[in-house]
């Protein structure tokens, strides 16, 4: 019995502490983007998620009011239907950085939240419809956030239902993840394949 009772206090205890790491984790963030805003209140470049070519357009659009900032687009539309997009916008290829790494919104920030540390960036526009703002902004603020790297959101007005909390949870959850063992679930889930 008390051997029972004792494994049971060190399990409280874990969780207490476990707990108490995620709680001082998070409140970090919050204070590491008021420092980025601080310092850097402009955006320095523009991320956009990948979805529909619209999502493209738009940026292209965008960008034009914003010679000096260079774009990555995040697993979006095929590169080629994508750099043809911007093309036509009169965006030169040098400016545009189309990444096909990410397989989700969560990995759209995890696999180039380095690539903008290691450029020193450390503030963005965030494009992205409007229906999927509120996923995309719950990952930035942990991902990016975790990172020093702020954010300005800029929708794209969609006739879309807005996506549902359990999602936004869900994908908070895994950037969580992301930020405690450096992996997502996307990740496990393909180191586990047979």
């Known amino acids: 019995m008390y051997i029972f ?6 399990y409280r205890i874990y969780r207490l502490i476990s707990c108490a790491l995620i709680l001082l984790l998070l409140s970090i963030i919050p204070a590491r983007l008021a420092i980025a805003y601080y310092q850097t209140p402009l955006p320095q470049a523009i991320l956009t998620l990948g979805g529909p070519p619209e999502r493209e357009e738009f940026t292209a659009q965008f960008a034009q009011t914003y010679p000096s900032l260079e774009i990555w687009v995040s697993s979006g ?10 093309q036509a916008a009169g965006i030169p290829d040098t400016r545009v950085h189309i990444d096909q790494r990410a397989v989700d919104t969560v990995t759209n920030f995890t696999s180039l939240v380095t690539d903008f540390k290691r450029l020193q960036i450390h503030h963005i526009y965030l494009i992205t419809t409007d229906f999927h703002m509120p996923r995309a902004k719950a990952i930035a603020t942990i991902v990016l956030g975790s990172q020093g790297i702020a954010f300005t959101p800029v929708s794209i007005p969609s006739k879309e ?28 889930k393909t180191t586990f394949r047979t």
């Open 5 to 10: 009772r004792r494994k049971r206090n060190g």
């Open 161 to 188: 239902p807005a996506e549902s909390w359990l999602r936004i949870l869900r994908d908070s959850g895994r950037a969580l993840l992301w930020i405690i063992v450096g992996r997502t679930g996307a990740s496990f």
């Open 77 to 86: 539309t095929p590169p080629e239907q994508s750099r043809a997009i911007f």
